[in-house]
């Protein structure tokens, strides 16, 4: 900071107090500040602080110049600025009455979704939402109150289907590649899952809150300096949550229209309460009014990631166990229920899913077996290898069935070599059970050798091979209507979809504007005629700079902004020390033209 010259610490204030993270001209931040930024002290600042990387330029397809703060430096920026936040926030432990409510974290609940999508399966409607039913079951599994996130003000697909939890949920498993929309139901990208499962949850908590501030950062900017403060409090500290709010409205920090007690209640309605909805903040009550803590990160102990595995078959689980053995269980066995600690049941119905999805009976019972701290119970082990065993010993099949008329014909297909592929089995006399990857190729074959089929059945006509072979038509293959890789909420934010501007304007038509001017209206104070005076001054307003000027005796810095005609006099309109004023050709002693280069 200390490299920073006067213009440049000048501007990047005003920058972060007024803009935050929005979007703006030059001119934008001159009219912001009048009288305390000339437009020449702004195009410089900026010129200078984009050469360090502070503030990136992007122009518009129009032309229109925009300046921002780069990524990622906002909250910084905010900390050096602000300093009445942060620590002086802060509030003792005792002081604070905890509402303590344990919830379900954000990663907990995104496991929650996948593993519905895995096991139960969430179908599309032909709109591209959640099939009622599905979005009725996640609703309750997921438990996050609607209310909770009545201040979120949020615009996303299907908002008239789909409420803010699960909307919020399916975003981010969209944003990070978790799922993609298919044909008629939500799709797992199986390799991307098994990465996200693999990461240590600290580091799966930290991506889901950085996405969290990254999607649901408004174009607000009293939001915008609301979300900065609370992510620079300190993990695991209460502050006061309206000493942080009257800190931002001590500064100047504009509002948006909203009276002070509307401000403070705006930060507590976007961002506390949906924050401590997925478990990134706890709320509680000071003698100073609304507390809050944003979470800490987990802090995990291996020898206590194991579960404890009880004989009537439950199962419960830490908030410290690894996510890919949640995983496994979320596939055998039924959640029960609940909040840091969680319990699951393991059922013979729970079970036979797992075998049916494919997985392995004894790699099952080995994650059952490995998790648990005190091992399995004899009795418990005992049943699931027994339901293991006893699983499959029947089958029942939906199969495709030749049904000959007579004997002759059953011997002739019988003993035909070239059919013999296409056939599971002979059953009795007269009828087979054909390959269901075959129907097609069997039909076929029968009609070249002078058969006449008849369809008899759904069986018999529904699927060809390269269906059954797993090659969907056409038809079923494009994504769901409104589907979007990138998530289904809305941003309100979109100055990074224009390109960086490669060459700036900058300072240099002002440049251009003064070097046409009298040089000896920079060097030094003079005195001039009063039409040379109005000349300086108008040449002043063009180059968007300052006057430096003798009035009655005093030296001020003005800041014209229009010179008008007073009779057989003129008169300047501008500011001194950021106050409007007007003064009079006759007052304007000495004079000298100002360029903030060595600021």
């Given at each position: 900071?200390?490299?920073?010259?006067?213009?440049?610490?000048?501007?990047?204030?005003?920058?972060?107090?007024?803009?935050?993270?929005?979007?703006?001209?030059?001119?934008?931040?001159?009219?912001?500040?009048?009288?305390?930024?000339?437009?020449?002290?702004?195009?410089?600042?900026?010129?200078?602080?984009?050469?360090?990387?502070?503030?990136?330029?992007?122009?518009?397809?129009?032309?229109?110049?925009?300046?921002?703060?780069?990524?990622?430096l906002?909250?910084?920026?905010?900390?050096?600025?602000?300093?009445?936040?942060?620590?002086p926030?802060?509030?003792?432990?005792?002081?604070?009455?905890?509402?303590?409510?344990?919830?379900?974290?954000?990663?907990?609940?995104?496991?929650?979704?996948?593993?519905?999508?895995?096991?139960?399966?969430?179908?599309?409607?032909?709109?591209?939402?959640?099939?009622?039913?599905?979005?009725?079951?996640?609703?309750?599994?997921?438990d996050?109150?609607?209310?909770?996130?009545?201040?979120?003000?949020?615009?996303?697909?299907?908002?008239?289907?789909?409420?803010?939890?699960?909307?919020?949920?399916?975003?981010?498993?969209?944003?990070?590649?978790?799922?993609?929309?298919?044909?008629?139901?939500?799709?797992?990208?199986?390799?991307?899952?098994?990465?996200?499962?693999?990461?240590?949850?600290?580091?799966?908590?930290?991506?889901?809150?950085?996405?969290?501030?990254?999607?649901?950062?408004?174009?607000?900017?009293?939001?915008?300096?609301?979300?900065?403060?609370?992510?620079?409090?300190?993990?695991?500290?209460?502050?006061?949550?309206?000493?942080?709010?009257?800190?931002?409205?001590?500064?100047?920090?504009?509002?948006?229209?909203?009276?002070?007690?509307?401000?403070?209640?705006?930060?507590?309605?976007?961002?506390?309460?949906?924050?401590?909805?997925?478990?990134?903040?706890?709320?509680?009550?000071?003698?100073?009014?609304?507390?809050?803590?944003?979470?800490?990160?987990?802090?995990?102990?291996?020898?206590?990631?194991?579960?404890?595995?009880?004989?009537?078959?439950?199962?419960?689980?830490?908030?410290?166990?690894?996510?890919r053995?949640?995983?496994?269980?979320?596939?055998?066995?039924?959640?029960?229920?609940?909040?840091?600690?969680?319990?699951?049941?393991?059922?013979?119905?729970?079970?036979?899913?797992?075998?049916?999805?494919?997985?392995?009976?004894?790699?099952?019972?080995?994650?059952?077996?490995?998790?648990?701290?005190?091992?399995?119970?004899?009795?418990?082990?005992?049943?699931?290898?027994?339901?293991?065993?006893?699983?499959?010993?029947?089958?029942?099949?939906?199969?495709?069935?030749?049904?000959?008329?007579?004997?002759?014909?059953?011997?002739?297909?019988?003993?035909?070599?070239?059919?013999?592929?296409?056939?599971?089995a002979?059953?009795?006399?007269?009828?087979?059970i054909?390959?269901?990857?075959?129907?097609?190729?069997?039909?076929?074959?029968?009609?070249?050798?002078?058969?006449?089929?008849?369809?008899?059945?759904?069986?018999?006509?529904?699927?060809?091979?390269?269906?059954?072979?797993?090659?969907?038509?056409?038809?079923?293959?494009s994504?769901?209507?409104?589907?979007?890789?990138?998530?289904?909420?809305?941003?309100?934010?979109?100055?990074?979809?224009?390109?960086?501007d490669?060459?700036?304007?900058?300072?240099?038509?002002l440049?251009?504007?003064?070097?046409?001017?009298?040089?000896?209206?920079?060097?030094?104070?003079?005195?001039?005629?009063?039409?040379?005076?109005?000349d300086?001054?108008?040449?002043?307003?063009?180059?968007?700079?300052?006057?430096?000027?003798?009035?009655d005796?005093?030296?001020?810095e003005?800041?014209?902004?229009?010179?008008?005609p007073?009779?057989?006099?003129?008169?300047?309109?501008?500011?001194?020390?950021?106050?409007?004023?007007?003064?009079?050709?006759?007052?304007?002693?000495?004079?000298q033209?100002?360029?903030?280069?060595?600021?």
């Open positions: 900071m200390n490299e920073l010259t006067t213009v440049e610490r000048k501007t990047l204030e005003m920058i972060v107090l007024r803009f935050a993270e929005e979007p703006f001209g030059a001119e934008a931040l001159e009219r912001a500040f009048p009288g305390r930024v000339t437009g020449f002290e702004a195009e410089l600042g900026l010129e200078r602080l984009r050469a360090r990387g502070i503030v990136e330029t992007r122009r518009k397809a129009w032309g229109e110049t925009i300046h921002a703060l780069a990524p990622g906002f909250a910084d920026w905010q900390g050096y600025y602000l300093t009445a936040l942060g620590e926030c802060l509030l003792d432990d005792a002081a604070v009455e905890p509402n303590y409510e344990p919830k379900a974290g954000f990663a907990k609940l995104l496991l929650f979704f996948l593993a519905d999508v895995a096991n139960v399966g969430i179908g599309l409607t032909q709109k591209g939402t959640f099939a009622k039913k599905d979005a009725m079951r996640l609703a309750t599994r997921v996050v109150a609607e209310e909770s996130l009545a201040g979120l003000d949020i615009a996303y697909l299907h908002q008239d289907k789909l409420g803010k939890p699960l909307a919020v949920l399916y975003d981010a498993a969209l944003r990070l590649g978790l799922v993609r929309n298919g044909a008629s139901a939500l799709e797992l990208d199986r390799e991307r899952v098994d990465a996200w499962l693999a990461k240590p949850l600290p580091d799966i908590e930290a991506e889901l809150r950085a996405l969290w501030w990254d999607v649901y950062t408004p174009s607000d900017v009293w939001l915008q300096h609301g979300g900065a403060a609370l992510r620079r409090m300190p993990p695991g500290r209460w502050f006061a949550v309206d000493r942080a709010a009257d800190g931002l409205l001590a500064a100047g920090v504009p509002t948006g229209g909203r009276t002070e007690d509307e401000a403070r209640e705006a930060i507590a309605r976007h961002w506390l309460r949906p924050l401590a909805a997925f478990g990134f903040a706890e709320l509680g009550s000071s003698e100073e009014g609304l507390a809050a803590r944003m979470t800490a990160p987990l802090d995990i102990d291996e020898e206590e990631t194991g579960w404890y595995v009880q004989p009537d078959f439950e199962l419960i689980v830490p908030p410290t166990a690894p996510f053995s949640r995983w496994e269980l979320e596939a055998c066995a039924e959640y029960a229920g609940g909040d840091a600690v969680d319990r699951y049941r393991i059922t013979k119905a729970s079970w036979e899913r797992a075998l049916a999805s494919g997985r392995d009976a004894e790699a099952l019972l080995e994650v059952v077996r490995s998790g648990a701290r005190y091992g399995v119970p004899e009795p418990v082990e005992a049943a699931l290898r027994q339901w293991s065993a006893a699983y499959g010993a029947l089958t029942l099949e939906d199969v495709t069935l030749l049904r000959c008329r007579n004997a002759e014909d059953a011997a002739y297909l019988k003993a035909e070599p070239s059919l013999s592929e296409c056939f599971v002979q059953i009795g006399e007269l009828d087979f054909v390959r269901r990857s075959m129907t097609k190729t069997l039909a076929d074959a029968l009609k070249r050798q002078g058969f006449s089929l008849r369809a008899g059945g759904s069986a018999a006509d529904a699927a060809s091979n390269a269906e059954d072979a797993g090659e969907a038509p056409a038809r079923g293959r994504a769901a209507p409104g589907a979007s890789a990138g998530g289904i909420v809305h941003s309100r934010r979109n100055a990074a979809l224009f390109p960086l490669p060459a700036p304007a900058g300072t240099k038509p440049r251009e504007r003064l070097s046409a001017a009298p040089q000896a209206w920079l060097r030094s104070m003079r005195k001039y005629h009063a039409s040379t005076v109005r300086l001054m108008e040449t002043a307003i063009d180059a968007r700079t300052s006057v430096r000027l003798v009035m005796g005093r030296e001020v003005l800041v014209p902004k229009r010179v008008m007073a009779g057989t006099d003129w008169i300047v309109q501008g500011y001194i020390d950021g106050e409007e004023t007007t003064v009079a050709s006759s007052a304007c002693g000495e004079a033209l100002l360029v903030p280069e060595q600021a």
